[in-house]
């Protein structure tokens, strides 16, 4: 028998939604693994290449000074992805360069020295084989995306994998923070490449980079065999640039051989897929054992995975047809199976995603939509915002939004996602939001949602707390919501303002504590007063 539905009178349905949101106040939702506190800052890290910092358009053979209008772009942001080419350190089997770099005449030291100087969290993604290794290959199998060990050789072995794991050394000897490598492991050419060139020399302990990532994606089922790896050959592969495999692969071999305090990042995978980390975990129990506290010993310190959301799951085929709103996907499901994988680990290693991102390209797979007079970029930068405070909601440590610049202007997917203007030099509504969301609460901590829709989020700093509203839909719905303010005689509401480095601020007086809010799918920030 069917339950008979009543329409509540709406003065009833606005004191049920205070009576919920007291109650939420007093016994603040819980997820199905523990979240620890992270400031919302985290959320905010980019994607970008070495040129976005080096290359200055005006003079296009500078490739060893920082380029400041795109430094001032990317200071916006708490966090930065390096994609970085092993072939970039490497051009000539064993012959090792970091500034100038012999491909492409790179000044790294500089690029890091800066992000360290402006309070930029670097995570380098080495990726990709370098040509001389791609070169081992049969000639119609030759991609620098290729699995990164010679051809030929067993993926299952971490052997396969020393010369990775020997360039992996290199760079945590010198931009890691451990002063004691010995230097006659450290290698560099300090041959010039022309009359009056600048030559390499040796550094060590740099402490400049705490964070690495062993290579991106390879789980890449659409690249063939030659270039996809299974999670157990994944494993091999990370266990050797993780330590060298345990120290066998020799004592110049592995970033934790050259720094111990080195943060592994695994690869972001392609496929949300736990199961894929879950076979990597295994693998490491059965191969590498276990530590002395019973713990499996582990060839990486963070689980990664990327998440772009769209409409994939309305396909057969799972061929997104555009881009959807974050709280409309399974987002927040994949993240909980992450967490919870990542909770009933030893250690309980972070979870992190280094993609995510929306285009602009109107016929792009991965777009955001115009909504109603919403032009898709201020969509995209409503989306990108509402990502992270899912993402947060859920105990993601850190994301990196993909990326900086646009590829191109095609409609492929991923080529028009940039959320700052290469062409200008100026930031797009994405990047205005998150400049001023981390001015506003960056060291802001997720504490509670009162509600899911409109949905409400506290945050909290001290004994600060802000208030995070949206609607949760993409038809440019409103609604009206009434928050309970305690003893606080008054408000601060902030709204993002397009073009501007801060919210547009508005004192109100509440109502006996009480505060009537007009809520929209583009977040507003209410902030207690006194």
Request: glycine fraction near 6%; charge should be positive.
């Amino acid at each position: 028998m069917k339950k008979a539905i009543y329409k509540l009178p709406s003065l009833i349905l606005i004191v049920i939604v205070i009576i919920l949101i007291q109650s939420f106040l007093t016994n603040p939702k819980k997820n199905s693994h523990p979240i620890s506190p992270n400031p919302l800052k985290n959320m905010f890290g980019i994607n970008s290449y070495e040129w976005d910092f080096l290359q200055n358009p005006n003079n296009l053979n500078d490739a060893t000074h920082i380029y400041d209008p795109k430094m001032d772009l990317i200071k916006c942001f708490g966090g930065v992805r390096h994609y970085l080419d092993w072939g970039k350190l490497e051009d000539t089997q064993g012959s090792y360069t970091f500034n100038p770099a012999n491909s492409g005449g790179w000044n790294y030291d500089a690029i890091y020295e800066r992000c360290k100087h402006d309070k930029i969290e670097v995570l380098t993604c080495l990726k990709n084989c370098p040509e001389w290794l791609v070169n081992t290959y049969p000639a119609d199998q030759r991609d620098g995306e290729n699995v990164p060990a010679p051809y030929g050789l067993n993926r299952e072995d971490p052997a396969s994998y020393a010369l990775q794991a020997k360039v992996a050394f290199q760079f945590a000897a010198r931009y890691g923070y451990n002063k004691n490598v010995n230097a006659s492991l450290v290698k560099v050419n300090n041959k010039p490449r022309w009359t009056a060139d600048p030559v390499n020399q040796i550094k060590i302990g740099m402490g400049l980079i705490k964070y690495i990532e062993c290579d991106n994606e390879r789980d890449k089922w659409w690249k063939g065999k030659q270039a996809q790896q299974t999670a157990s050959e994944y494993a091999a592969n990370l266990s050797a640039f993780y330590d060298g495999n345990k120290g066998k692969l020799g004592k110049n071999a592995g970033i934790k051989t050259a720094d111990p305090s080195m943060q592994v990042v695994m690869c972001g995978l392609a496929a949300a897929d736990p199961k894929y980390v879950q076979d990597m975990i295994s693998w490491c129990k059965q191969n590498r054992g276990l530590k002395p506290d019973g713990s499996v010993n582990l060839c990486f310190d963070v689980i990664n995975y990327h998440f772009y959301p769209n409409d994939n799951k309305q396909h057969a085929n799972k061929q997104a047809t555009r881009g959807v709103a974050p709280e409309l996907t399974e987002a927040g499901e994949v993240v909980d199976d992450f967490m919870n994988l990542a909770w009933n680990t030893p250690k309980h290693p972070e979870v992190w995603i280094t993609e995510t991102g929306y285009d602009i390209n109107p016929e792009s797979p991965q777009r955001a939509i115009p909504i109603d007079n919403k032009p898709a970029l201020v969509t995209q930068a409503d989306w990108l915002l509402r990502s992270a405070l899912l993402f947060n909601r859920h105990g993601i440590k850190r994301v990196f939004y993909y990326q900086l610049f646009d590829d191109n202007e095609s409609a492929v997917q991923y080529s028009t996602s940039g959320i700052t203007d290469a062409k200008t030099l100026k930031r797009r509504p994405a990047a205005d939001y998150i400049l001023q969301t981390t001015k506003l609460m960056g060291n802001y901590t997720f504490r509670a949602t009162l509600n899911n829709d409109p949905l409400v989020d506290v945050y909290q700093l001290g004994n600060k707390r802000m208030y995070v509203l949206l609607i949760p839909d993409e038809k440019n719905r409103t609604a009206t919501c009434q928050l309970n303010l305690g003893n606080a005689k008054s408000a601060l509401i902030h709204t993002l303002k397009i073009g501007a480095d801060v919210m547009n601020t508005q004192a109100i007086k509440t109502n006996n504590g009480k505060l009537m809010i007009k809520v929209r799918e583009t977040p507003v920030f209410v902030e207690e007063g006194e």
